[in-house]
Each structure stands twice: as C-alpha cells, then as structure tokens.
C-alpha cells in the first residue's frame, strides 16, 4: 500500500490504523509505504504483519522514494497487488502506476472522496475537484480498477471521466461501533431537536444550518440545535446565529469526550444534520442513525443511496429553505419520527465493522486472483513486557 498517513508510523491510531486492524487478518503481510512523519519514527511494525516505510525525505522526493523502496519490497517479497491511497496532488497513486509499470505488479487506485464533488464551498476546493478528474483521465488506463466507497456518488463520477464500469470497484469503507452507537430501550429526555458532531469547515454548510432554523422561526417552529466540534468557523456561526434571531437556540460545543458520550448526546436529540456541500460519508449521520435518530443530510457520499425521504430520515438540497422543509418534515409529527428513527436504525446495521473490512479484503483478493481465507487471522495481541 502507499497512503499519505503521518499518524500510524508515531504511535497514533487513526483511519489507517482502524482498517489495518481487521483488514491484515486476511493476508499474509502487508507493506505500507508512508510520508516522513511530522515527528521522529517509534513504530516501524504493527498488529504483527503490517509493516511500515516511513520515507525520510521531504514531499519533493517523495515519489523517487516510493519507487525505490516499493521496488526493493517487491523483489523480495512478491506482493500481488500495490493499492495507493489517492487524494491531494496523487503523488502516491503516480507512484503506484510507475511501480505497476516497472514491476509488472497491477495497481489499485482508492478514491474515498473528491473535495468539492458535487458542489464546491471554495476555490481550493474547486481545484482539488479539477485535479481529482485530471488524475482519473491519466490514470484509467494505467491503473488495473479504482476502488470507490459508494455507488450513487463516485462510482457515476468515474464512468463519466471514462473509466470502464467494469473497473470501477464499490467498496465501502464507512463503518461505526455498533456496540457503542446503539439505539436503546429507555429513551432519554430530549435536550435538543437538531444535532450536528463534524468540524466547523467550510464545506459543512453550518450557515445552512443556521439559516434554516431560522427560516423555521419565522413559520413558529423553534429547533433547538447543538453543534459539536471545531474548527475555524466556529467564531462565524455564533455571529450568524445572533444575526438571524436563533442565538437562543444555537449551542456550540467542542468535541465529546469519548465515543460513549457522543452516542448519548444522538440520543437525546431529534434527529442528526448533515448540510454538507461534499462529503466522503458521512459518518456522524450513520452514527446517529445507529443511535435511534432519523438523519436530514444534502445528497453527498453514502447519503444518497442511504436516505429515503418518510423511512429513515429526508434528503434535502443545497440551500436553507430546502433544509427548513426536511427538518419539519422529520419533526413535525412525532410519532413518524420515532418510526424513522427505528428504520434507521436497522438500516445502518450493515456498517458493521467486522463486515465492512470483511467485504474490502475479499475484493482485493478478488482483484489479485487470490481466494479469500474462510477466516481471517487471529488478532493481533502484543506481548507484555
């Protein structure tokens, strides 16, 4: 594999490492070629055969290490496939197809999200989209498939760059703690209406947010809503919430403190938002939805082949007053929002994760030509000194 990851190589325990937790279950070994960490290497092996190469140059040389380092792996190991994580200015996916290329080893590119597909909040997002469809023009014809994470967003988006529908392979990545993120018997009290966990960014559409609480206002709706997170706008949204009259209604906090705690704050809400303008998943709604809540989110990442409108929450568009409408429309009939809730909660149990990793590594055993072990490895435990 070649990822952009800086965490797993210092100790951190972030995406890559939640994946390789159950996905090297299913394989032998598995290399991992990464940047140079922000700071200085303490793991170079984890979870018993995954092992690390960290590069020790900076982004310039980044792709001439890769190719170095990613040849000598496979003269001594023989892998039978590279999968490159591709996002960015895809340095790992041109290293990857120059290994393919001189190795002989087919390459499976990863696309789990294109900053500003479908719509863009900015011009660095509009710029990432442009170079996300200049790589997949380049690389279609190199690379063996394209892994995506969802079929009513990515999976379009490719075939219509001209990748063969036939290359292009839906492989969920989205997966929750369904032990944690759960649905319970005694119901909380509720402490607000309307609940959104994510970063305080741009294309999160918060001021859509906002806007359409207060545009329920004005037809005497008052939403009670809860933003949770950080980032660089969260000064913005307390500014619009005082100049759209819903300040009163607007609580803003940082992140939970665990896990458990976020699960209790889905509970004791409406319904979980997401407003956003492009998105990966997202999985804050699917973990509300495993929490009981019906989710109201613009159609972006798994979203929009998740949600149907009165069963298990409501698609909205771009905009505030379409966002107002679908709030209402969850939430002005209790009874029907308590069903949505149970739909989505059975909806969202195929987020498993032992299922999610299941079905990734039978698809790149697929992919190489292999069969699938009929049980993964043990797990991973680490000696005790």
Request: hydrophobic share 40%; net charge positive; proline share 5%.
């Amino acid at each position: 594999m070649i990822s952009g990851d800086r965490l797993t190589p210092v100790g951190g325990k972030g995406p890559l490492y939640e994946t390789q937790r159950g996905f090297s279950r299913y394989f032998e070994r598995v290399d991992i070629l990464l940047p140079r960490p922000d700071k200085a290497v303490t793991t170079r092996q984890i979870l018993g055969n995954v092992h690390l190469h960290p590069a020790d140059c900076g982004r310039g040389g980044l792709i001439n290490f890769w190719r170095q380092r990613g040849a000598e792996l496979i003269r001594e190991h023989k892998p039978t496939l590279i999968v490159s994580h591709d996002y960015g200015i895809f340095q790992a996916g041109r290293a990857a197809a120059a290994l393919s290329r001189e190795s002989g080893v087919p390459y499976l590119s990863e696309i789990h999200h294109v900053p500003g597909y479908p719509i863009a909040s900015n011009f660095r997002e509009r710029f990432e989209c442009l170079a996300t469809k200049v790589y997949l023009r380049w690389a279609r014809d190199r690379a063996m498939a394209f892994r995506v994470v969802n079929a009513g967003e990515l999976k379009p988006l490719l075939e219509k760059l001209g990748v063969p529908p036939a290359k292009v392979l839906v492989l969920r990545s989205l997966y929750i703690d369904l032990a944690t993120f759960k649905a319970i018997a005694e119901v909380p009290a509720r402490e607000q209406e309307i609940v959104y966990a994510g970063r305080f960014a741009s294309n999160k559409g918060l001021d859509k947010i906002v806007d359409a609480l207060a545009l329920s206002k004005t037809r005497g709706k008052r939403h009670r809503a809860l933003f949770i997170g950080m980032g660089p706008l969260e000064k913005l949204v307390r500014e619009r919430a005082a100049s759209r009259g819903v300040a009163d209604q607007v609580r803003i906090r940082g992140w939970t403190d665990s896990t458990a705690e976020l699960a209790d704050v889905y509970r004791k809400s409406g319904l979980v938002v997401c407003a956003s303008s492009c998105e990966g998943g997202p999985r804050s709604t699917v973990e509300g939805m495993a929490c009981g809540i019906p989710a109201v989110s613009t159609p972006v990442g798994m979203m929009k082949e998740l949600l149907v409108n009165g069963r298990n929450g409501w698609l909205c568009g771009f905009d505030a007053e379409s966002l107002a409408a679908a709030f209402e429309s969850v939430l002005d009939d209790e009874s029907k929002r308590v069903e949505m809730g149970r739909r989505a909660f059975e909806d969202v149990q195929q987020f498993d994760y032992e299922r999610t990793i299941r079905e990734y590594a039978l698809g790149v055993h697929r992919l190489a030509g292999e069969s699938m072990p009929e049980s993964p490895r043990p797990a991973f435990v680490a000696a005790k000194a």
